[in-house]
C-alpha cells in the first residue's frame, strides 16, 4: 500500500494496507504502568495499576502516605482501601495466582486455557473492586489479546471495548491520557489485523483528540500519521468531504511540526507525497480535475524550487511521483508535460551542462531515460496520439542497448507487471537438451484502481524482429485483476526486443476497445538452435554477465 512507510509514535504500530503480522499472544505490562505504580502492593499493582507510590499504601505497615498521592487512570482505591472496602490481601489471594495460570499458558500457546484464567480473574476483580473501576483495564486488555490470538475477533473487541470504557465519561489528566492513547493504538492495531479498517474510523478520531489534548510534542509527532489514515477510510467509504478534512489537517500538521523541526523519524517530503496523492484521488473523484491538477503544479513548483530543474532529484520526484499520479488521476496532458520537463532535465545531465549534486552513472541515466519514455507513450496513448506513440516505442526498440531492462507501461485500466522469455524444459533429458521458449507478457489493474468489466479480453500482438516473420497475436480472457498472456512455443528468436501492443476490449465481440498500450519484451537469445544443457548455461551465463555490465 502507499502509506506503508509511516511510523506512528515510533511504536510497533506501523499501520500499512498489507497483511499484517499476527498480534502477540499477551500483552505486556505497559511501561506506564510500571512506572506509575512504583512498588507493587502484594504483586497485584503490576495488573491493577491504582497508585503512584502504591507502596505508602501497603495498609500491614500502618501508614498514611507521605504526601499527596495521585489516582492512576483515576481509580476510586485510596478511600476503599483506607475505608477497608477493599482488601488488597484478599484481591491477591483471588487473583494473582489466576494471572500467574494465563500467563504460563499463554507461553506454551494455550490460549483457550488461558482466556479461561483471565476471565476468572477479570471475574474476581469485578466482584472485589466494582465492575467500573480502572484497575479492570489491563485485565481486560490481555483478555483481548489472547482472544485476538485464537481469532475470536468478536469477543477480543468487547475485551477491547471495555478497556476503552475506563477512560470516557470523565475529565483525564495528562498521564491518563497517556494510558488512552496507549490503549487506542492497540485497538486501532487491532482493528487493522482483523480486517475491519472500517471500525478504526471511530478510534483513530478518539486518539487525534486525546492528543490535541494533551499537546505533548512526541505525541503530536503521530497525528499527521492518525489523520491521514483515518482520511483513507474515509474516501473507502465514499465520504468524500470528511475524507479531505482529515487528509488537509494532517497536512496543516506536518507543516507546523516541520516548522518546528519536531517530526521525528517521519520525512515531511515522502508523507507530502502521499497524501497529496489521496487529496488527488479525492478531488477527482468527485470530478474536480483543475483541483487535482494544480496540486501537482504546486507539488512540482515546490520541488523546482528546492532543487533546480537540472538536479537528478527534481526529476526522480517527478518522473517517480507526479507525473504518474497525475497520469492515474486521469491528467493525462499534465503527465505528458512533466515527463518533458523530466526528458529536458536529463539532457542537461547527460550534456554535462547540469549543476548536479547527486552523482548519475551513464548508464543508470541511459536507462531512466528509457523508462520515461516509455511511459510518456502511455500518456500519447490516452490523448489518441497512437501514431506518435507507436514511433516513440519502435524508437526505443531500434536504441535499446544488449541486455537492458525491459522498462514496464500502463495504460488507465491496465498496468504490465512482468515481461519475458520463458524456458520450457518439460520433454528435455541431460543429454539431449532443447530449450522451447514462450513470450510472455503479464498484465494487472491492481495499482490502477479502474474496475474492468467483466467478461473483457485482453488482446496482445508480438511483432517479430525477424524479417519476413508474421507477428504473433494472443488473446485471454481479463479475470480476477490480472491475466497472463503466453505465446505458442518458438523455436528461433532473435537477439533483440519485440514490441508488444496491447488492447483490452469490452468483450469477446471485440467491438469496444477499452484500453491500449505498448510494451517492449527483450528476447536474449541468439537465433541459432541450443541443443545442449552446456550451450543453453553458456549462453545464459553470458546473458547475466552482459545484464550485469
Request: with cysteine.
Amino acid at each position: 500500500g502507499p502509506l506503508a512507510f509511516l511510523f506512528v509514535r515510533s511504536s510497533s504500530f506501523i499501520l500499512s494496507m498489507s497483511q499484517a503480522p499476527p498480534p502477540p499472544p499477551l500483552e505486556p505490562i505497559p511501561k506506564w504502568i510500571l512506572a506509575l505504580s512504583g512498588a507493587a502492593l502484594f504483586g497485584i499493582f503490576t495488573f491493577v495499576g491504582w497508585w503512584n507510590d502504591a507502596a505508602n499504601l501497603d495498609p500491614s505497615k500502618n501508614k498514611k502516605p507521605k504526601g499527596p498521592s495521585r489516582v492512576v487512570m483515576g481509580a476510586p482505591g485510596r478511600e476503599q482501601i483506607e475505608n477497608g472496602e477493599i482488601d488488597l490481601k484478599e484481591v491477591a489471594q483471588h487473583v494473582q495466582p489466576l494471572m500467574s495460570k494465563a500467563e504460563q499458558a499463554v507461553r506454551a500457546g494455550r490460549y483457550a486455557e488461558a482466556q479461561q484464567y483471565f476471565v476468572m480473574a477479570l471475574s474476581n476483580l469485578e466482584r472485589l473492586v466494582g465492575p467500573e473501576n480502572p484497575g479492570i483495564m489491563v485485565t481486560c486488555m490481555q483478555l483481548a489479546r489472547v482472544c485476538e490470538a485464537q481469532q475470536k475477533f468478536d469477543e477480543a473487541e468487547k475485551y477491547y471495548v471495555r478497556a476503552l470504557n475506563v477512560f470516557e465519561n470523565r475529565p483525564l489528566d495528562n498521564e491518563e491520557e497517556e494510558a488512552y492513547q496507549h490503549v487506542l493504538e492497540t485497538v486501532c492495531e487491532f482493528c487493522y489485523t482483523s480486517k475491519q479498517e472500517t471500525k478504526a474510523k471511530r478510534y483513530l478520531q478518539l486518539w487525534m483528540e486525546s492528543i490535541e489534548r494533551v499537546q505533548s510534542p512526541q505525541a503530536r509527532q503521530s497525528l499527521p500519521t492518525i489523520a491521514s489514515l483515518l482520511g483513507k477510510i474515509h474516501f473507502d467509504a465514499g465520504e468524500y468531504a470528511e475524507a479531505e478534512q482529515a487528509i488537509l489537517k494532517g497536512i496543516r500538521v506536518m507543516d507546523s511540526l516541520e516548522a518546528a523541526g519536531n517530526t521525528g523519524a517521519q520525512s515531511p517530503e515522502d508523507f507530502n507525497l502521499n497524501t497529496i496523492m489521496y487529496l488527488s484521488k479525492i478531488y477527482t473523484a468527485q470530478g474536480r480535475l483543475e483541483d487535482s491538477s494544480k496540486l501537482y503544479r504546486d507539488l512540482e513548483a515546490k520541488y523546482r524550487t528546492l532543487y533546480g530543474v537540472q538536479d537528478f532529484r527534481y526529476a526522480r520526484i517527478v518522473a517517480n511521483m507526479i507525473a504518474p499520479f497525475s497520469f492515474d488521476d486521469g491528467l493525462y496532458q499534465d503527465s505528458l508535460d512533466y515527463y518533458d520537463r523530466v526528458l529536458e532535465s536529463f539532457d542537461a545531465i547527460q550534456n554535462g551542462t547540469a549543476t548536479n549534486s547527486v552523482p548519475v552513472t551513464p548508464a543508470r541515466l541511459a536507462l531512466e531515460v528509457m523508462e520515461i519514455k516509455n511511459q510518456r507513450a502511455s500518456s500519447l496513448v490516452e490523448l489518441g496520439r497512437i501514431h506518435e506513440a507507436r514511433e516513440v516505442v519502435q524508437n526505443l526498440i531500434s536504441n535499446a542497448a544488449p541486455g537492458r531492462n525491459t522498462p514496464m507501461t500502463r495504460s488507465r485500466y491496465m498496468r504490465t507487471t512482468d515481461a519475458t522469455v520463458v524456458w520450457d524444459t518439460t520433454n528435455s533429458t541431460q543429454d539431449d537438451f532443447v530449450a522451447d521458449k514462450y513470450l510472455k507478457i503479464e498484465l494487472t489493474n491492481a495499482p490502477t484502481n479502474k474496475k474492468i468489466p467483466e467478461g473483457a479480453v485482453v488482446v496482445a500482438r508480438f511483432e517479430n524482429p525477424e524479417e519476413g516473420q508474421d507477428p504473433i497475436v494472443v488473446e485471454a480472457p481479463f479475470e480476477d485483476d490480472k491475466v497472463s498472456l503466453r505465446t505458442p512455443l518458438i523455436d528461433q528468436t532473435k537477439r533483440g526486443y519485440y514490441l508488444v501492443e496491447v488492447e483490452l476490449y469490452k468483450d469477446s465481440s471485440k467491438a469496444e476497445l477499452l484500453s491500449h498500450h505498448f510494451q517492449m519484451i527483450q528476447s536474449i537469445l541468439d537465433s541459432r538452435r541450443i541443443h545442449t544443457r552446456d550451450d543453453m548455461m553458456k549462453e545464459m551465463f553470458a546473458t547475466q554477465m552482459n545484464m550485469d555490465e
